[in-house]
Nanobody, 126 residues
Framework: QLQLVESGGGLVQPGGSLRLSCESS????????IAWFRQAPGKEREEVSC????????NYADSVKGRFTISRDNAKNSVYLQMNSLKPEDTAVYYC???????????????????WGQGTQVTVSS
């Protein structure tokens, strides 16, 4: 069974940090573009960041640039999202998603991604 499993969410105070992990099960991530999306209550899902399958090129939403860092470790079949300087508006359920495509770039279009994790809750509050 092909799965993505997120972990690392939780409650953190504004200005704090969290590291989310996305691990694949049943397949390796070597040829997959990976993205993180988030969805807050009452809001549409939005792309946070993505990383290409070749060369590890990255993209970030303007709202998280300079604060979040995406990385991958194919040997561990994992992708990470380091989130620093967290703000209350970062509160959301965070999902990782995978698209099998050998590419030097990545897309924020959710329709491109076939595999999705179940999500992990991130709450930023004092």
């Amino acid at each position: 069974q092909l799965q993505l499993v997120e972990s690392g969410g939780g409650l953190v105070q504004p200005g704090g940090s969290l590291r989310l992990s996305c691990e694949s099960s049943g397949f390796t991530l070597d040829y997959y573009v990976i993205a993180w999306f988030r969805q807050a209550p009452g809001k549409e899902r939005e792309e946070v960041s993505c990383i290409s399958s070749v060369g590890s090129s990255t993209n970030y939403a303007d709202s998280v640039k300079g604060r979040f860092t995406i990385s991958r470790d194919n040997a561990k079949n994992s992708v990470y999202l380091q989130m620093n300087s967290l703000k209350p508006e970062d509160t959301a359920v965070y999902y990782c998603a995978a698209e099998r495509r050998a590419a030097y770039s990545c897309s924020g279009n959710a329709n491109h991604y076939v595999y999705w994790g179940q999500g992990t809750q991130v709450t930023v509050s004092s």
